[in-house]
């Protein structure tokens, strides 16, 4: 049996509400579509692309981020706009565009650019000319907008974000309901 000895911490005078974290960057790594052009060939190579909504962050996109990571040096975020999830889903996101943006800030990302229609994808495709593109395995059997960028899958092995919200559902339908519309 080992005997645990408690250790002093710097903060531990400290009241909870007290203590502010900050990093040096608190800025979303944020780049507007017209703005890819430009700083492209400023990228290191290779460089992944990853998309999609990522609405409440969670371990299945973690997964896919830190696989992008893994396979290059840049990894560019293609984060839909609140405007393309409701059209494609029928409800707006959790939350709201700047707060998904800004965890993904947490994440091995060097820059996050708002997608707003396929075309707006498929534009920053042929300005950025990724050398790869990271995806969930759900999409492994559906043909590809780009079928010339290879494509590696990752397994998701945890619940997708409207699984998440379904199970708060069902917990308590009135309270997860309010909790849910207050996010």
């Given at each position: 049996m080992h005997s645990l000895k408690r250790q002093y911490h710097p903060l531990a005078r400290y009241?909870?509400?007290e203590i502010v974290y900050s990093r040096p960057q608190d800025e979303i790594p944020w780049y507007r579509l017209a703005d890819i052009k430009a700083r492209v060939d400023r990228w290191e190579r290779?460089?992944?692309?990853?998309?999609?909504?990522?609405?409440?962050?969670?371990a299945g996109h973690m997964r896919l981020i830190f696989a992008a990571?893994?396979?290059a040096k840049t990894v560019i975020c293609a984060?839909?706009?609140?405007?393309k999830i409701q059209r494609a889903k029928q409800r707006s996101p959790i939350?709201?565009?700047?707060m998904r943006a800004t965890a993904l800030k947490f994440m091995p990302i060097t820059g996050v650019i708002e997608i707003d229609t396929d075309g707006d994808f498929l534009s920053l495709v042929r300005a950025l000319r990724p050398d790869l593109r990271v995806l969930s395995t759900e999409y492994s059997g559906r043909s590809s907008r780009v079928p010339k960028v290879p494509t590696?899958?990752?397994a998701n092995r945890g619940p997708h974000t409207s699984d998440i919200i379904q199970r708060c559902q069902q917990l308590r339908p009135t309270e997860s309901t309010e909790v849910v519309q207050c996010v």
């Open positions: 009241n909870a509400a290779p460089i992944a692309l990853v998309n999609g909504g990522f609405d409440l962050l969670h990571a893994d396979h984060l839909d706009s609140d405007a939350l709201p565009w700047h590696i899958y990752v």
